[in-house]
């Protein structure tokens, strides 16, 4: 059919983006034949998503983009109950009403990435809340219970950990959630033709057995396809940094703090993670890859990621103010950046203290520094003084100034009436403001 791309999963395989996937071969036939309908789930353990939702995100993306139609599942019902996958406890079960509002918001955030007005593969978001809330138990088990055996479920790598792991196990709470997860495959075969699910390589136990139920319930051929959990060529975890996870949620994780995150990616993992989480061709990358490899001094391709995933993330205008923001602070142009870029630091781009509304007659420029973080003595604050390589909104403090914060700090010099932008040495910042 006209349309469909038929090299999608040619390319997806090239970026390393295939997992596992059911149907011994046959996927590729099935989606070169005509457009299909796929979809992936997205628990709310939390609200927002982070960036290891990321890859799947961006499949449903790349699959929407070759011609067929995504469907982003909000798992308003298996959120209240937990997937055990891999985890190495049961996790804490929240109110009702706490993940209702999550939901929300993450429908808000994969809407970003799919397309809502493009014919007929034009996107959906559901919730499986709406096929589940009325459910009467005895009908559950009758007409989903019956189809899994207990045998099988044990046997599921994810759930033989946690049963073989010491302590608390693995209540039937979350022992049941393979049933929940299989029901929304059966259920999206029915009500939207949905053929194919994907997801990361921890949920291959849940994604066959939805192929199996759908196959049971409904005689229908259905197929899934796992991509790979991100891992760092050093084995630290993707996804966090010292001061938390990277969330998706500007207000979480500003589009500063997450441009930077993506610019001090290993050399490592740069090239790995152009193919995962950009649009760029495969070969486009292996030509950046080459051009760094011969160039001597930093390579090109963490900013071309960072750029690139940013964009995708937080839009143009979130780009340009990571890029403002990183630029200011590397040429010592603090004064040109605006009231929103030092919101963004102050959320997490910069350590940051609020200052006190009076300064005491017995406090010091250098023991304020201190109390801050800015230097373990005041031997080094004193000796940075004498160097001037203290600045506060670009401008150099001197040792005359060491005893008096009120004179630094005082309103007038304050950028947007608030802030104070502190550098000590070629590195060190903090951001000092004052309570709205």
Known sequence: MAGVDATLL?????????????????????????????????????????????????????????????????????????????????????????????????????????????????????????????????????????????????????????????????????????????????????????????????????????????????????????LPLVTKADGTKFGKTESGTIWLDPQRTSPYAFYQFWLNTADADVYKFLRYFTFLSVDAIEEIEKADAERQGRPEAQGILAKEVTRLVHGEEGLLAAERISQALFSGSIEELSESDLEQLRLDGLPSSELPAEFAEEQSLIQLLVDAGMAPSGKQVKDALGRNAVLVNGEGVGMDSNGAPAEVFAAGKALHGRFFVVRLGKKKYHLFYRAV
């Open 10 to 226: 040619e390319d997806l395989t090239r970026r390393g983006l295939v997992n596992q996937a059911t149907g011994d071969g046959e996927l590729e036939q099935h989606l070169a034949e005509e457009s299909r309908t796929l979809y992936c789930g997205f628990d709310p353990t939390a609200d927002s998503l982070h960036i290891g939702s990321l890859v799947p995100l961006l499949t449903l993306k790349r699959f929407q983009a070759a011609g067929h139609k995504p469907i982003a599942l909000v798992g308003g019902a298996t959120g209240l109950i937990g997937d055990p996958s891999f985890k190495a406890q049961e996790r804490s079960l929240n109110t009702p009403e706490v993940v209702s509002s999550w939901v929300e918001k993450i429908k808000r955030q994969v809407s970003a990435f799919v397309d809502f007005d493009s014919g007929d593969n034009s996107a959906l978001v559901v919730n499986n809340l709406d096929w589940t809330q009325d459910l009467n138990v005895l009908d559950f088990l009758r007409d989903v219970g019956k189809h899994f055996s207990v045998n099988n479920m044990v046997n599921k790598e994810s759930v033989k950990q946690r049963i073989q792991r010491e302590g608390e196990g693995i209540s039937f709470t979350e022992f049941a959630y393979i049933l929940l997860q299989s029901m929304d495959f059966s259920e999206l075969y029915k009500r939207h033709q949905c053929t194919l699910q994907i997801g990361g390589s921890d949920q291959w136990g849940n994604i066959t057995g939805g192929v199996d139920l759908t196959r049971r319930q409904h005689r229908g051929k259905v197929f899934g396809l796992t």
